[in-house]
Each structure stands twice: as C-alpha cells, then as structure tokens.
C-alpha cells in the first residue's frame, strides 16, 4: 500500500465531494469546437465517425510513420488487453500507471491504454534521479511502469514493462466507450520540475484544458510536440489534440539542442503546421533553417506559439519571414500563476503588421493585475505603471485554500504565493513589466535583469538583441552574463557558413564599435567566449545557469571542448553514454562536460567521485562496475556505456575462453629463428637503435638514457603520426611535458635531436605499417630493438589488444632476425606474472608457462614473454624487463596524475584518513629514470643475454608499505588520520552519505596490488639501488600538489571520527 498522501502533494482544482466517475455528454464547456470531452472519448468518437484521420505523425525511428485515429485506438486496446495480464494488475492501491518515454508514439498508446482501463497516469522525467523515482513511486503507489525506446533504473517494488512488445490483438473491437472502464474526471499528475527539491505532484482534471481550448485549439491542427511528456505542456496537448481533430507530431529524439531543431525543420517539411516552444528553441530553429537552405519558407503553417520565456519582436520577425501565413500566438505564464488561471496571450494574425512590443492579454476575469515595488509594496498603478507582476483574485476563492498558499510564509512579501492584506490569494511573478491597461501588460523579463554600470541600469537581453541584429552576418546567437566578480562576459555562435571563421578578438571589436555608437553608457565587455551551441536546459528554454558558469569558468570550458561531443545516433548506447556523461558532469559539478565524451581520469575523477559514479550507475543501469574500471586508461562515457550494454545483454566482462599457450604455439613463428643468419657478435658500440613507444612515459625517459649510453648510435623510434615532421614534433612535445631536465638546453645529454629518426608507423600493422625498403633498411642499419610500445588498456579484451601488444612483437621478433641477429629488449610488467597477486612467495626473474592471468592487457604481457622465450630457445637474443608501477622521476617527481596509487591517494586524502593500522599491504615503486637507465644498461651488457628476465624493483629501496606511504601524505601537511581497513569501513557506514559507501570495495581493492619481488639478475649488471620508496612518494605528491592535482594541505574536507 501505498503511503498516505499528504495535501501539499496531491491537491487538485476539483472539488473532493464531486463525483470522480463520469459518463459520457457531462455538462462540459462548449466553444467553438462543441462540448468539452474526456480525451478517451474523444478518441473513440472520431475513430468511429472519421476513422482516417491523422493522429499521430512521428519520426522517432527516423522515418515517417503515420497513425490513424482508428489505428490509435486499435494500439491502445490491445496494449490495454496485455497490461490487464500482469500480475497484481487490478490490485487495490495501484490505480496509476507511470511512464517513462521519449515524445513518441508509444507514449500515446500507453497513455489511452491506461484510461481505457480505468487507471490514472503519471509521466516521469527522464533525468529525474533514482532517489526522486523512488519518492514519487511511492507516494502514488506505482506498481508498473510502462516504457519503450528508453527504460528508467531500478526503482524498488516496480516493475518496469515494455508494453510495446504486446501485439495488435486478433480482434478489436469496434471503438466503444462500452469496452472501456468508466470514465474518469481526474485522470493524471502534474508534476514540478523538482529544481528545488523532489518535484510536487498534483492530481488534476482533463477539464483544466477546457478553458484554453479556445485559444489553442486548431481544427484538424497538426501539432509539434518537443518537450519530454513530464512537462505540462505535453500532457495538456495529449489532452487537448483529439478534442479538435488534431494531430501529436513528434521527432525524432536528439540530444543536443541543432540535432532537435533539425528534427523540427523536418516535420515542417512534411506539413507540420502547428509549431509551438520556448523563444530560445524557435530562434534556433529560424537559424538553423535559414544557415540549411535559402529562401526557405513553411507557408502552411497555422499557428506559432512561443511561450515559457521573454518573447522578443526580431523573433516575431523571423516568424513572419519563415511562416508569412501563421497566426503567432505568445503566451505567457508559469505553473504558479496557472493555478489562478492567469495565463496570457498576445495574438498577432497574419495580417497584422508586426507590432513596437508584445502587449499580453490576461483572458481570466476574475484575475487582477497588482504591482509590488523590490520590497514587496505594493504599488499605486494609477500612478506608477511598471513594477513586479502581481496575480491576485476575490478572497473568497477557494484556491486560498492550495496547500502552497496556506504554507506560504507571510513575512516573505516577494514569496510566490501568499495573501494581500484584504486576505486575497496573491501570486507574485518576480517578472518586471508594464500595466498598460486592464489585465494587459508588456513584460520586460526577470526583476534584477537589469545590471547597474556608472550609476545607470541597463538591460541585458536588450544588449543581445542589438548585437544579433547588427553582426547577423558573423553570429547567430549571444548572451551576455554576469559573473561573481561583477564582470560581464560575451558568449556567442558563429553563424553556420560563414565564409571566414571570426576571432573571439573580432566579435569583441564589433561589439564594442556597436554599443560606443548605439549606447548612451559605457557598455564594458570582459571576457568573449566561443559557444559551439547555446546551452539549453531539459525545459527547452536557455540555460542561464551554465552560461553563467561558462563564464566563471572559461578554463573548464576550453578543456571540456577539447573532448568530442556525444551524438544520439537513436542506439541504445548512445542514450547511456548521453546520460553518463551528464552524471559524471553533476558529480564533478563541471557542467560544461555534460554531453562530451571526457578521459574520465582526466578531468578530475578521484577515487571519492568515482566511487559515487560507481554507484549511482548501479542505481540507474543495474550495472556494477567497480571504481578502478572507471579510473582505468580510456575510460569515457562511450566506453562505460559499452560496458553497461554488455552487463544488461547478460554479457560477460571477461575474456572469452582463450588457451594462452595454445595461441603462442600459434604465433609462434618459424621463420624466427638464428638459423642461417651470420653468428651473432654483441653489438658493444651499436649503430642503430629502434625503440618502440618512445612517446610514452617511460619510452621518453628511455629515448634519453640510451641516446647517452650510445653515443654514436642513431635511434629510430617508431610513432603514430602522419609524418615524419609530425612525428618528430610529437616525440619533443613528449620530452617538454615529461623529461623537465631536458629544458636545460645546454645539457649534451638532451641534445640528442640530430640523432634521432622519427618514422611514422603503426604497431598493430604487419612491419608496423612501413614499406618494404623502409624496413629492409632499418633492419640492416640498426643493431638493437627495444620493444617498449603497447596500449595500456584495463578494460579491453584480448583479442582487442592483440594488435598493438601481441603482433608487435611478433614484428620486433621478424626485425631481430631480419638480415642479421639483433638483441631484442622487451617491455613486460611484474603483473605479466599469474602468482603476482596475494602471494607470499618472491617472484623470480624467469618466465612462468602458468597462463592464470586475468584482463586482456597482463595477457597480452604474458603471451609476448612466451612468444620471445620461444624465440631465444631459437637463437635469437633476447631479455625480458619487467618493471613494478612506474612513478615519476626521481628528480622532479613528474608522474601520470591519472595512474591507480595517486588517486587511491587522492581519495583519502579528501577523506581525511587511511587504513593502515595493521595493514600488511606493500607496494614498489620503480622512479621512471630509474627504470630507463637500468633498461639501458641491460642492453649495453652481454652476460644480461644470459640471465634473460630482470626485474627492476628490488626488495629493499622499491618496496613501500601502506602506512609508510600515507605517514609521507602526513608529513606533507595533509590532516589524516590511520586506521584498522575494518574500523574504517564501519566509520564510513556510519559518518558518510549513503551515495559515498560505494568506497567500501576501495580499502581492499589495494591489496591485489601487495607481492615481494626478488632482483639477483638486475643487482648483477646494475647494483645501483633506486632513492627510497618515501622519498619517491614524497617528491612525486609534491609534483602532484604542485600541478593542482591534490588540494592544498591542511584540514581534510571530510573528517571520519
């Protein structure tokens, strides 16, 4: 059973004694278009007497699909006969239905499906989060929720149903009104948008819409609906548009604001003729047209109703000049002001010429017009005309008693209900306008719109209609906003197809030339900021709020650019990735990120944050992905939303069966071998020197101490480029942000360029991709091949590593036995190794025939070593190199912010402890020079051919356990605490909101990482040991604080006590 619903939740403008069941010909209003009638009734009315009429035109799969009213009727029944045989279907306490759909066909079907058996509906926002679903879900006792193109997250003791998959019934019967439940009067919800809190719900009346129908109604009218059905105005013409013949149009669904005015332009082409939305939605509409096709026009069109924002007079132009045949018809009003019925129009018919400004009608007689001064007085309008818009009616109306005006707050005079002193229900608009006669008024926008500059207001959107006009040619869009620090800031479109591509400088300058010759003031601008597309919020009207954080931060804005936005293709995982992006961007609380396909690790997902997308990605997809999959290499919405789609297919994230050893006997080519090459000689003063991955981290640092070690050497390095310029170019980019001691230009240790060959290439291509005189020369001119490329993938499979990471070393095997033998250096990792996690025993420098190795990366480690075993069984030269985690220099500290420990740490640090009482957790760090020159020394000494695998760690100086990292965090300044994996975990339950828990997992998940590592073939050719673990955790957090990464020591920002 549902709980109790409280009044402030569930009024309605009907009178509670009234009789709620109703029959067909009730005493309704009548207009012009007859008697008002239920919408079911509606329905079956005309799909009896006029059955081919148009009901229903959408292009939600792409293509033109047309429905009847007799077809509509025809859906709905046989949805209804399907949904009658879902368990629990007639129970008491479950007569609403709720919704989760796009604007699409289904969602009429379900909608007539549900009246037709007897049951009321609500219409969920698709962006509502889970713990606002499950609110309302509760309070009006949902059971079912029916979907189709989209489906909502878990919601607790809901069952979400698909009704789209029941067929059309075998036999339908003739539309009848006698094969429907009785009629009833209050037949759905009302919903808030819930920006300041859990949205309110209303239960209300078909018959609310009887009283616009008479302005809104367009017979046969063929009707854009745009807006999510969870906003009023879609459900209203649901409601509306069977009681005069009309049509729902609807397009196809698109994520961004372009994508959806394209997808208008093209029900316009196919005969849309009413088209109604927010100014800001039409305007972009106008625009994209006019950048589309020339002289483009809709004569057709009836009817243009721009609402729900300022509605300016170059709007109304453009109306005119694409619709010349439309009545436009401007409303004006918000759901407070609703309640009073106080909704106004401004009707402007096509013969009439365009007018200086939009005068709004208030249709409502009972409604007054009041205004307030900023302090809540009210006004003399006999003597002053513009103010703050003020609704008021008799005091004995019975909206006084609507829970929102009993619980207003009296002494608030500015509150958006409350009382006059008479005792009359008032609503207060916060909207400045002018009285220019009896319930008409011209409005002006938004009380404080207007800015104060040397002592004189002016008006903002006034400025941005002066600038659109005079650079049409160069924007097709602006807006001017405020930022904290009073400055005021110019964001603006380039208008599509323009010849040149105008400067950011070049906006400016016009501007400035306009508002000195047109402005009596002194108009400043601050700032001028590139908009790739003017933000819009869920409601389709201009997102001022992310304007205004655009502004505040332009920093954000330019990184978030940076990533390619996200495109609704109408796939299933393109809707996942859209939503993804837009919960990774709240978390972040970076709304610029939100439709951008961002480096999860790299725009500042931390453990914390990671932790709380874990989770509310459980929540919404049912989808369980651990925190370190999400801060792993790659991770951007698009691949999350790959993985979630595989979870939900029942699809397995591990590799499919592979036998390992059964794939390097595969490989394992015959042709590499040392048979019938010259006897090797060791190379001591090499040639040439081919390294791959030199424009990694750890491959820059090795291009260095080679080019040292080697002098006379020249050193070919393989890279990803188009050319060889760009290759070059890339490998020093590389050494300027990585190698800072290469800065120092009077260094011979960095000068190193006119030795070095930068060849552009592909590791996954058979010979990297080169030709064969490219090859067949580096393979006579070079001596020695270190193999240190890959992709560091956690996440991909095998066979999607195999490329780059398996077939390139097969490739550097064939270089090494191509023309004469050539030692091969090959990169591993100490996790290539099947014992390496939660073993006790000290892993050995030899190669390991156990192929236990889980993810596709560590078993594409696994297989090369295998595959260059094979090879040096063969005679070919060979070592292999295997490091721990690699961190920064041991000089700078210069380290990848996005690496697993430095966010591990990250995360704690926020938190403000760690779990290291009693932690047996050891880790090793391996500084990335060190790693270089211990590399490189391996390759310059023969006897390392002999003792073939190596690992860089050694057990003393690498080695740092959890409590020693942390005491360097301490040390640094940062306030955190040590304590027991268990006490933490128990604390974090009982001191953190529920949405942080998901840091459970992360105080073991470290543990994986803990393994003693034995090193006698390294100590043998260098026993130089590395600087201490803490000195290296201590110079690399230093980097990292330095660099932004970590926040500033002092006071953690959460305590655990």
């Known amino acids: 059973m549902p709980e109790e619903r409280r009044p402030s939740e569930t009024w309605s403008p009907i009178d509670p004694a009234s009789p709620e069941v109703i029959s067909p010909g009730s005493l309704f209003p009548v207009d012009q278009f007859g008697q008002w009638m239920h919408p079911l009734e509606a329905v079956v009315k005309f799909a009896r007497e006029e059955p081919d009429i148009l009901a229903i035109f959408t292009l939600e799969n792409g293509s033109a699909e047309r429905y009847t009213y007799l077809q509509l009727w025809e859906r709905a029944y046989s949805i209804a006969q399907g949904l009658k045989t879902l368990p629990g279907w007639d129970d008491e306490g479950h007569d609403v239905v709720a919704i989760y759909c796009e ?67 075998e036999t339908v019967p003739v539309p009848s009104l006698e094969v429907c439940a009785p009629l009833q009067e209050l037949i759905f919800y009302l919903t808030t948008s819930g920006t300041t809190g859990v949205p309110k719900t209303y239960l209300a009346s078909h018959v609310v819409c009887a009283s616009i129908r008479p302005e809104w109604g367009v017979l046969y009218g063929k009707f854009g609906v745009f807006l999510a059905p969870s906003f009023s105005v879609s459900t209203v013409f649901t409601i509306l548009t069977p009681t005069f013949k009309g049509s729902l149009w609807f397009p196809k669904p698109a994520y961004t604001p372009a994508d959806r005015a394209e997808m208008v332009i093209r029900l316009l082409d196919s005969g849309m003729d009413v088209l109604q939305g927010t100014p800001s939605f039409l305007k972009l509409v106008f625009n994209r047209a006019d950048a589309m096709r020339a002289n483009l026009s809709w004569p057709a069109v009836r009817r243009i109703a721009p609402s729900a924002e300022l509605v300016t007079i170059s709007l109304i132009k453009h109306a005119r000049m694409f619709c010349p045949n439309a009545t436009i018809q401007c409303g004006y009003g918000s759901s407070e002001a609703a309640l009073l019925s106080a909704v106004g129009t401004c009707i402007i018919r096509s013969s009439d010429p365009i007018p200086s400004r939009i005068v709004y009608t208030i249709r409502n007689p009972a409604v007054r017009c009041l205004l307030f001064d900023e302090h809540g007085n009210t006004l003399d309008t006999t003597n002053v005309k513009t103010g703050i818009l003020v609704y008021t009616t008799e005091n004995s109306d019975r909206i006084r008693n609507h829970p929102d005006f009993l619980n207003a707050n009296p002494n608030d005079k500015l509150s958006s209900f409350g009382f006059l002193a008479d005792g009359s229900p008032r609503v207060c608009t916060m909207d400045e306008v002018e009285i220019v006669g009896t319930r008409k008024i011209v409005v002006f926008g938004r009380f404080g719109q207007k800015v104060r500059i040397n002592g004189t207001y002016i008006d903002l959107n006034a400025f941005e209609n002066i600038l659109t006009a005079a650079i049409s040619h160069m924007i097709s869009d602006c807006a001017f906003t405020i930022t904290s620090g009073q400055q005021i800031v110019l964001l603006y479109v380039l208008r599509k197809g323009t010849p040149m591509h105008f400067t950011s400088r070049q906006i400016y300058d016009a501007a400035d030339t306009i508002f000195s010759l047109q402005s009596p003031v002194l108009f400043p601008i601050h700032n001028c900021i590139e908009l790739q597309a003017m933000p819009f919020n869920d409601s389709g009207k201009r997102d001022l709020k992310k304007l205004k954080k655009i502004a505040e931060n332009a920093d954000q804005y330019a990184l978030a650019v940076s990533y390619p936005a996200l495109e609704d293709d109408g796939a299933y995982q393109s809707k996942i990735a859209i939503k993804v992006s837009r919960i990774g961007s709240v978390i972040l609380d970076v709304d610029v990120l939100d439709g951008r396909d961002y480096y999860l690790a790299g725009v500042g997902f931390d453990f914390m944050s990671a932790s709380r997308l874990a989770l509310v990605i459980k929540e919404e997809f049912d989808a369980g992905l651990a925190p370190l999959i999400l801060l792993s290499h790659g991770m951007t919405p698009r691949s999350i939303a790959a993985i979630i789609s595989d979870i939900q297919s029942n699809k397995s994230l591990t590799c499919t069966s592979l036998d390992l050893l059964e794939e390097a006997a595969r490989l394992d080519d015959p042709s590499v071998t040392a048979k019938n090459l010259p006897r090797f000689v060791f190379p001591t003063s090499p040639r040439g020197i081919v390294l791959t991955g030199a424009t990694g981290f750890l491959g820059i640092f090795l291009l260095f101490e080679l080019a040292a070690k080697f002098p006379s050497a020249r050193i070919v390095c393989l890279v990803r480029a188009a050319s060889e310029h760009a290759a070059l170019e890339r490998l020093q980019q590389t050494a300027r942000s990585l190698v800072l001691a290469s800065h120092n230009a009077t260094d011979p240790k960095y000068n190193i360029w006119d030795r070095v060959d930068a060849v552009p290439g592909d590791l996954a291509l058979d010979m990297w991709g080169l030709s064969v005189a490219r090859w067949n020369q580096i393979a006579q001119d070079t001596d020695v091949i270190v193999h240190a490329g890959a992709v560091i993938n956690w996440i991909q499979s095998y066979e999607e590593l195999k490329g780059p990471n398996v077939l390139s070393t097969t490739t550097a095997l064939r270089l090494a036995t191509t023309h004469h033998l050539k030692p091969l250096h090959y990169i591993s990792t100490i996790g290539a190794v099947p014992t390496a996690k939660n073993s006790n025993e000290l892993l050995e420098e030899r190669v390991y025939s156990a192929w236990n190795i889980s993810g596709g990366y560590l078993q594409t480690k696994w297989l090369s070593e295998q595959l260059i075993s094979m090879a040096r069984a063969k005679g070919v030269p060979a070592t292999v190199i295997r490091p721990s985690m690699i961190t920064g220099d041991s000089l700078y500290g210069v380290c990848k912010s996005d690496d697993y420990i430095w966010r591990y740490i990250k995360g704690f640090i926020h938190l403000g402890a760690a779990p290291c009482h009693g932690s047996t957790v050891t880790m090793s760090f391996d500084p990335v020079d060190h790693v270089a020159r211990v590399t490189t020394e391996i390759a310059a000494s023969e006897q390392a051919l002999s003792l073939f695998v190596f690992h860089i760690s050694d057990p003393e100086n690498s080695a740092i356990n959890e409590p020693t990292m942390f005491k360097a965090v301490r040390d640094l300044g940062w306030e955190i605490f040590f304590e027991t994996r268990e006490h933490l975990k128990d604390a974090l339950a009982h001191s953190l909101a529920a949405q942080e828990n998901a840091l459970f997992p992360l105080v073991h998940m470290v543990m994986s990482m803990s393994f003693r590592i034995d090193n006698p073939h390294t100590r043998a050719i260098y026993p130089i040991r590395c600087i201490s673990s803490a000195l290296q955790a201590e110079i690399c957090l230093r980097y990292l604080l330095s660099i932004g990464f970590l926040p500033v020591p002092g006071k953690a920002s959460r305590t655990i006590r």
Not at 109 to 136: D, M
């Open 103 to 169: 604007p699409e066909a289904h969602w009429v079907f379900y909608t007539y499906a549900v009246w037709i058996l007897g049951k009321r509906v609500i219409n969920f926002a698709l962006n509502w989060p889970s713990a606002i679903r499950n609110e309302i879900a509760q309070r009006v006792g949902i059971r079912y929720m029916l979907c189709h193109m989209v489906r909502p997250g878990r919601i607790p003791n809901v069952e979400v149903v698909d009704a789209g998959q029941y067929p059309l019934a």
